[in-house]
């Protein structure tokens, strides 16, 4: 079985509707996260220069300004690394949890709706952040199931050739919820950790399985808000 490297990359900070899933947002990088993503950017290169490793010049991303932003940030700044002109190709495979009809509504907008129709139970507590919950409207996932997609879009690439490392940004939810079916954490992980705003974390697969080569996954404290 060939080697595989994939660095997963949440994208970075961004001007998101407060208390608002923020699955379909179609709003930019705020210049605090443009700053962060090009210092990830730079510590990354740093990493894969001295590790001799080269990145496959096809990124992937979500449909998602804010992951495209990041996508293209980290391609001006490592473009030396890449072993041709690199593109940026947008797919929307890697798009975080989609709450269907009620995308870029808030928690509590969400939640009034609910209560106001008399078809639905009122929803569960702590339900934006449970796996296997799924909204009850049209277009709706559970965040297992947008695991799922973002897996099978991460299982259906080709290896990248020797000595090279693909790059994919995405959604902190979705991306752990695949890492999950891919069985790079176990499920007991996805409430445990997070990620960090444009830091890659980067896996290689071979014959024995998955093991983590850079990058940190967030650990969460208590207080800290889900995504």
Known sequence: MSVQRLALVRHGDYAQRAETPSALQPYPLTAKGEAEVRTQARAFGDWLAASGLQLDSDIHCSTLLRAWQTADIFRQELASLF??????????????????????????????????DPRLAPLPEGWKSASHFRLPFEGAESLLAAGERVARH?????????????????????????????????FSDIKRLSMFHGHPVVFERQADGWSRLYGNWKHRQAADPLD
């Open 154 to 186: 991460l299982q259906g690439l080709p290896s990248a050739a020797d000595g090279h490392v693909r790059l994919i940004v995405g959604h902190g939810a979705s991306i752990r919820h695949a890492c999950y079916h891919l069985d790079v954490i176990s």
């Open 83 to 116: 072993t041709e002109p690199a593109s940026v190709s947008s797919f929307s495979a890697l798009c975080e949890r989609s709450v269907g009809s009620v995308a870029n509504l808030s928690v509590g907008e969400i939640e009034r709706i609910v209560a106001q």
